[in-house]
């Protein structure tokens, strides 16, 4: 019998990785480093390029795996920085022995660059699986400003990141088309999207919460986003802006440029004056990318007086389902970084997800094992982003078919496409668990009825959606 803690907390020191460990990085000096320019120009887009950086020692079986995926299930293009490629099996070069197992086994590489044998075969994505998986699009207001909670919406500004993550869940419209998803596209031009966006929100006093997305707004020359949180903070109604930037871990180097840093401090001062709260969201899903210049990048914000800083990771099989990883971030996040954890999400019902996503079950048993380590504060909480309902925490279900995996979720609140359904709060609206997980007669059932369009979860998500699409329709003519 053991007597010892669960999970043996010890402080640890980041470590920037040294990149000259890559043949194609060996002569690249800290200046090169640390300039976002040097970073953009130098990301990871094809094989060819990651061939060029980690040179004879990867193996061609691994780059034959990567082909095939991009060929057959990525929905995301490959854009890698070296930032984040240099947090990939940190401890090798790849001229040691087992590079290339250590290259399959990375957490930060499973999501990054997919291989086609990491996705399930049996089910590689879920019969319910679809592209805008949080219908955001169906709850846009004008192009791009997605209003699902009563007080807060989404605005997505563009379609780009500096990097791409191979589960988006904006896979529908974020980054360039693949073989196997042809990406939406706005109609719009930039500047009167976010003309449509302001006067919206001029318009609905409801609202006070504005969270500032993409894609990732370090995409965004710095000043048309500044232009745009300029304009968003002379609407009196709005109290809360969050900007979204998975590139603060990603391209540390871009939150670190001068102009981009005095710039912040501009529109944290003109927020402080008006009493409004900008923070930074970020995305980090493992501890190892924490590194000394992404606490740098932190601190030079959290220094312009936005605040805070916070995360919203996405929980993945392979990257970061366990409790000693997730907990292990958390510390490197909050300790090492000031950043404070905030979120996991699961990670959405996307077509070829099914190898990173977990069950409900399994993400409550996560949140119990991660209670009591962090300041209560710091404590992540797991959310399922449930289809028609919003973000929920994994132990606020209404119900639980295990063998079948469906979790069924309800909600307090009508998302802007229910504003004339009288029933939307007394439904159910369902959530599915991977069908791997599930006991083999949950197995069996779904391979018998895969095809079937009769389960009750989704038929009501389905009839709730119709039917508020045509109440809005009856009330808009
Ligand atoms: S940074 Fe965010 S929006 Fe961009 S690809 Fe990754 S998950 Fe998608």
Redesign the pocket.
Known sequence: MTTEQPYPYLGRELVEPDWTRFPGWADVTTEQWESAQWQRAHCVKNLRQLRDVLGPGLDDRFVADLERDQAERAT?SM?VPPQMLNTMVAHLSPSDPGFTEALYADGVRRYMLPVFTDRRTDWPSHPYATRDSLHEHDMWVAEGLTHRYPTKVLAELLP??????G?????DL??NSTPVVDKLKFDLKPVDRYDQMIDYLRRTPTVRDVVV????VANMPFKNLEAFVARLLEIDNIRDIRL????LM?LPQHWLQSEVRAGMERLATTARERGVQIAIHT?VNHAGSVTPLVARATRAMLDTGIRDVRNQG?LMEGVNADAHTLLDLCFALSDGAGILPYYFYMCDMIPFSEHWRVSVGKAQDLQHAIMGYLPGFATPRIVCDVPFVGKRWVHQLADYDREHGISYWTKNYRTSIERADALALERTYAYYDPIHTLPAEGQRWWHDHAADDTTRGHAAATAAARASREAAAVQAG
Do not use: N
Request: hydrophobic share 25%; charged share 10%.
């Open positions: 995301m854009l780009t990141c500096p990097q791409y993550c589960h988006c869940t904006r896979m974020v980054g997305s993409g894609g990732d979204a930037t998975k590139a990603g995305h996405v």
